[in-house]
């Protein structure tokens, strides 16, 4: 992971505990980490419709102490924070369908968990550092592109406003309390690992899916732009903003590579996958109501104070997570 390397010696030995760490960005940090040395612990509530998979510590589960529990349950993490260095906080509820037909689960998970995690490190270790998985959903549908920290924070569903209200805790516990925390708003990742049972977590998913079920991918309006990070590149933007404490109390846009229109983005995946074929469909109307337009990221904020940029092309990123689900994908259907 290239520069990551370089302060590696920041992570040997460390505890680190990383919610949410069976899940698709979650595992593959928890992987980097344990090459880097730290001691490592997940915890991860393993409900089915979220992302956690057992077999996403496939070969360094026995480098991993994993806590099935769910961050819901606020007397548990006293424990489980207590004597970590690091906190890796990306336990939450992705889906933007599920927010807005169960929003009270959202607000639970997405809001209120995390205010409760925030309280358990003031009491219980208030000297550890932390890095928050944000989102681009906060922003909404965007004045102007690429999007900027800047940019107004206006959520067009359930899922996007407990994000920014989780966002805002941590960030406020920055400020306040001097808990050493930042957040990253992430785009669209991609990758190893990655749900692609249904679309709650991303809908490239699905895709991947569909075309190694040689089902055509179906493409919701086509026009839509986007940016999309590789998940080795995410990871590396989590160590990096946690090993440097010029990113306390910050906020950064994580990008990709130069974005792509949806239809263009199913052209390449099945070009990669060697055949297959896609529907252009309208969008449908539940969708229609919540959807952003265009959307991608102004990242030099993140490239300037921590020399953060993303390694990997899109074309390199789809090969390598297609051939990963030829491997694997009956361990994610």
Same mark, same amino acid.
């Given at each position: 992971?290239?520069?990551?390397?370089?302060?590696?010696?920041?992570?040997?030995?460390?505890?680190?505990?990383?919610?949410?760490?069976?899940?698709?960005?979650?595992?593959?940090?928890?992987?980097?980490?344990?090459?880097?040395?730290?001691?490592?612990?997940?915890?991860?509530?393993?409900?089915?419709?979220?992302?956690?998979?057992?077999?996403?510590?496939?070969? &360094?589960?026995? @480098?991993?102490?994993?806590?099935?529990?769910?961050?819901?349950?606020?007397?548990?993490?006293?424990?489980?924070?207590?004597?970590?260095?690091?906190?890796?906080?990306?336990?939450?509820?992705?889906?933007?369908?599920?927010?807005?037909?169960?929003?009270?689960?959202?607000?639970?998970?997405?809001?209120?968990?995390?205010?409760?995690?925030?309280?358990?490190?003031?009491?219980?270790?208030?000297?550890?550092?932390?890095?928050?998985?944000?989102?681009?959903? %906060?922003?909404?549908?965007?004045?102007?592109?690429?999007?900027?920290?800047?940019?107004?924070?206006?959520?067009?569903?359930?899922?996007? %406003?407990?994000?920014?209200?989780?966002?805002?805790?941590?960030?406020?516990?920055?400020?306040?309390?001097?808990?050493?925390?930042?957040?990253?708003?992430?785009?669209?990742? %991609?990758?190893?690992?990655?749900?692609? @049972?249904?679309?709650?977590?991303?809908?490239?998913? &699905?895709?991947?899916?569909?075309?190694?079920?040689?089902?055509?991918?179906?493409?919701?309006?086509?026009?839509?732009?986007?940016?999309?990070?590789?998940?080795?590149?995410? &990871?590396?933007?989590?160590?990096?903003?946690?090993?440097?404490?010029?990113?306390?109390?910050?906020?950064?846009?994580?990008?990709?590579?130069?974005?792509?229109?949806?239809?263009?983005?199913?052209?390449?995946?099945?070009?990669?996958?060697?055949?297959?074929?896609?529907?252009?469909?309208?969008?449908?109307?539940?969708?229609?109501?919540?959807?952003?337009?265009?959307?991608?990221?102004?990242?030099?904020?993140?490239?300037?104070? $921590?020399?953060? @940029?993303?390694?990997?092309? $899109?074309?390199?990123?789809?090969?390598?997570? $297609?051939?990963?689900?030829?491997?694997?994908?009956?361990?994610?259907?």
């Amino acid at each position: 992971m290239g520069d990551v390397k370089n302060f590696g010696r920041k992570f040997a030995g460390a505890r680190v505990l990383i919610t949410g760490g069976l899940g698709f960005i979650g595992s593959n940090l928890a992987r980097e980490l344990v090459a880097l040395g730290a001691r490592v612990s997940v915890v991860d509530s393993m409900i089915p419709e979220y992302g956690g998979n057992a077999r996403n510590l496939a070969g &360094v589960a026995s @480098k991993v102490t994993v806590h099935r529990a769910d961050v819901r349950e606020h007397a548990k993490l006293a424990r489980l924070v207590r004597g970590q260095d690091f906190l890796f906080n990306l336990a939450g509820q992705t889906s933007h369908m599920d927010s807005m037909t169960d929003p009270e689960t959202d607000l639970e998970i997405n809001g209120r968990a995390q205010l409760a995690l925030l309280e358990a490190c003031r009491k219980h270790n208030p000297g550890v550092r932390i890095v928050f998985a944000s989102t681009r959903q %906060i922003y909404g549908k965007p004045d102007y592109l690429p999007v900027d920290e800047k940019h107004p924070v206006r959520p067009v569903d359930v899922n996007g %406003i407990n994000k920014a209200a989780g966002e805002a805790f941590h960030l406020l516990y920055a400020r306040v309390h001097g808990i050493r925390a930042t957040a990253l708003r992430l785009t669209n990742t %991609i990758g190893p690992r990655m749900r692609i @049972k249904d679309a709650r977590q991303t809908f490239v998913g &699905v895709w991947v899916r569909r075309l190694l079920e040689d089902e055509p991918i179906e493409v919701w309006g086509g026009e839509q732009r986007r940016d999309f990070s590789y998940v080795d590149d995410a &990871v590396e933007a989590f160590l990096l903003a946690a090993a440097n404490e010029a990113a306390v109390g910050e906020v950064f846009n994580l990008g990709g590579p130069p974005p792509v229109t949806l239809q263009a983005l199913a052209e390449l995946m099945i070009e990669e996958n060697g055949g297959g074929a896609m529907v252009v469909r309208e969008f449908p109307a539940d969708r229609k109501k919540i959807d952003i337009g265009d959307y991608f990221a102004d990242d030099r904020k993140i490239a300037r104070m $921590l020399g953060w @940029k993303p390694r990997t092309d $899109l074309r390199t990123a789809l090969a390598q997570t $297609l051939d990963y689900y030829r491997r694997e994908r009956r361990f994610y259907v």
